[in-house]
């Protein structure tokens, strides 16, 4: 199924949704890669089926940005080997915030450099930092971590500089998708700071890896 470009705007910035065959964002020096779009489907019985996208990017640093839930563990050892990696190649691991359907794979990386919220952490070492304070976490001049709370309080987005896309923002639930309007406030801890880390992201990112959809551009009107 190709879903065609459909497009939102609200205020100073377009949301152009794009196809489900653009999941890969080269660059120098990083590449991004959406290895598993996430998804939210509601089901008859009240139930709804989701699961987080996984995004991997490759450069200097190996960095994989959300691990899907636990039901994704073949799936993410089958998609590193398709690319000739294994679990031991990943350098960094970021966990967007700690939802079940984000972080369900953390144990497949256990000498990963590991990023969940605000914990920073190399085995049972944890690091001080000062993303609590609101501060970046920069991994290196091309990829950096940033705050950006309001669906739990300790939420964070990766942010690619340089890809031939221009700026992405792996942005976990900070975006359910394309077109979360009428949705992302009803999933929220605090819709509030929520919007404000919104328009942040609209602002810097040139396209937005959303934690339940496609990818989509973010046009400046
Ligand atoms: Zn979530």
């Given at each position: 199924?190709?879903?065609?470009?459909?497009?939102?705007?609200?205020?100073?910035?377009?949301?152009?949704?794009?196809?489900?065959?653009?999941?890969?964002?080269?660059?120098?020096?990083?590449?991004?890669s959406?290895?598993?779009?996430?998804?939210?489907?509601?089901?008859?019985?009240?139930?709804?089926?989701?699961?987080?996208?996984?995004?991997?990017?490759?450069?200097?640093?190996?960095?994989?940005?959300?691990?899907?839930?636990?039901?994704?563990?073949d799936?993410?050892?089958?998609?590193l080997?398709?690319?000739?990696?294994?679990?031991?190649?990943?350098?960094?691991?970021?966990g967007?915030?700690?939802?079940?359907d984000?972080?369900?794979?953390?144990?497949?990386?256990?000498?990963?450099?590991?990023?969940?919220?605000?914990?920073?952490?190399?085995?049972?070492?944890?690091?001080?930092?000062?993303?609590?304070?609101?501060h970046?976490?920069?991994?290196?001049?091309?990829?950096s971590?940033?705050?950006?709370?309001?669906?739990?309080?300790q939420?964070?987005?990766v942010?690619v500089?340089?890809?031939?896309?221009?700026?992405?923002?792996?942005?976990?639930?900070?975006?359910?998708?394309?077109?979360?309007d009428?949705?992302?406030?009803?999933?929220?801890?605090?819709?509030?700071?929520?919007?404000?880390?919104?328009?942040?992201?609209?602002?810097?990112?040139?396209?937005?890896?959303?934690g339940h959809?496609l990818?989509?551009?973010?046009?400046r009107?």
């Amino acid at each position: 199924m190709t879903v065609p470009d459909r497009t939102v705007s609200s205020g100073l910035y377009q949301r152009v949704c794009l196809s489900e065959t653009q999941l890969e964002f080269p660059g120098l020096p990083y590449s991004v890669s959406v290895l598993k779009p996430g998804f939210c489907l509601p089901q008859s019985d009240g139930t709804f089926r989701a699961d987080g996208t996984i995004t991997l990017l490759t450069g200097p640093r190996t960095v994989l940005v959300d691990t899907g839930g636990p039901w994704d563990r073949d799936f993410l050892l089958q998609s590193l080997g398709d690319r000739g990696m294994g679990p031991g190649d990943i350098n960094v691991v970021v966990g967007t915030h700690g939802h079940s359907d984000h972080v369900g794979n953390l144990n497949l990386f256990p000498s990963a450099l590991m990023i969940v919220g605000h914990d920073v952490s190399e085995g049972d070492r944890y690091r001080p930092n000062r993303l609590a304070e609101g501060h970046a976490f920069i991994i290196d001049e091309h990829v950096s971590v940033h705050p950006s709370p309001g669906h739990t309080g300790q939420d964070v987005s990766v942010q690619v500089r340089g890809t031939s896309a221009g700026t992405v923002l792996i942005a976990g639930d900070l975006f359910e998708s394309s077109s979360d309007d009428n949705t992302w406030r009803n999933l929220s801890l605090n819709p509030a700071v929520q919007e404000v880390s919104r328009q942040n992201a609209l602002q810097a990112a040139n396209i937005i890896i959303p934690g339940h959809g496609l990818p989509f551009r973010v046009v400046r009107n």
